[in-house]
């Protein structure tokens, strides 16, 4: 019912930035609710951020102050910008559609595939 597509993640310098955009598809898009989340190698996946339906956001105490969630229901589209970039936020980051903003994973129904961001130190 919903397709996401994450882009804009690549190689950057430590203190460096990059806008990560996840573009999606289907007709109850923009019913609802985003979230972000991260996995590192041997790491479990993570809670980033999530942003409500009507543009509320909220981000896990990591990333708070660095990085910055919007979305533009007219685009279809979710964005993340992520600044002061560390070594640690090296991760696949993945966007994520569900009911609820939450930091479990469990609540969310709609998944997409990723795009690396590698932050070298």
């Known amino acids: 019912q919903v397709q996401l597509v994450e882009s804009g993640g690549g190689l950057v310098q430590a203190g460096g930035s990059l806008r990560l955009s996840c573009a999606g598809s289907?007709?109850?898009?923009?019913?609802?609710?985003m979230g972000w989340f991260r996995q590192a190698p041997g790491k479990e996946r993570e809670f980033v951020g999530g942003?409500?339906?009507?543009?509320?956001?909220y981000y896990a105490d990591s990333v708070k102050d660095r990085f910055i969630i919007s979305r533009d229901n007219a685009k279809n589209t979710i964005y993340l910008q992520v600044n002061s970039l560390k070594p640690e936020d090296t991760a696949v980051y993945y966007c994520?559609?569900?009911?609820?903003?939450?930091?479990?994973?469990?609540?969310?129904?709609?998944w997409g595939q990723g795009t690396q961001v590698t932050v070298s130190s």
């Open positions: 994520a559609a569900g009911q609820l903003v939450a930091t479990t994973h469990k609540t969310y129904d709609y």
């Open positions: 289907g007709s109850t898009f923009s019913s609802h609710v």
């Open positions: 942003i409500t339906r009507s543009g509320g956001t």
